[in-house]
């Protein structure tokens, strides 16, 4: 658990091409965020953020413009309290270039 504790961040390449496709960050050993390129173009289209270890809200560019189109929030228990759909202001950058960077303090 000691081990858990001290991991800030677990990044995963599932199409073998050498990046990152999603980037699971930590707080205190509990998972915090989640980072996702769902269609391998170099750019996180997918956010998951946990508290207290459940989702709270998760929001993602389903047509791969750069603008996230849909925000959802969830209650401890799991269930959808808000959903919005529509151009929402968040611009998208490379997943690489800001989680993995911002992590290593660059």
């Known amino acids: ?3 858990m504790a001290k991991l800030r961040f677990q ?9 990152p496709d999603s980037t699971l960050r930590y707080h205190d050993g509990e ?3 989640l980072e996702e390129d769902s269609n391998f173009d170099g750019r996180s289209d997918r956010f998951t953020h946990y508290q207290q270890g459940q989702v709270a809200s998760v929001e993602s560019d389903r ?3 750069g603008r ?9 228990a799991g269930e959808k309290l808000r959903e919005e759909h529509g151009r929402l202001r968040w611009r998208l950058a490379k997943i690489h270039d800001t989680a993995l960077d911002a992590l ?3």
């Open 1 to 3: 658990h000691e081990a």
């Open 11 to 19: 990044s995963a390449d599932s199409n073998a091409d050498g990046d």
């Open 31 to 33: 998972a915090e965020s």
């Open 63 to 65: 047509d791969f413009d």
């Open 68 to 76: 996230l189109d849909l925000r959802a929030q969830f209650s401890a």
């Open 104 to 106: 290593d303090g660059k």
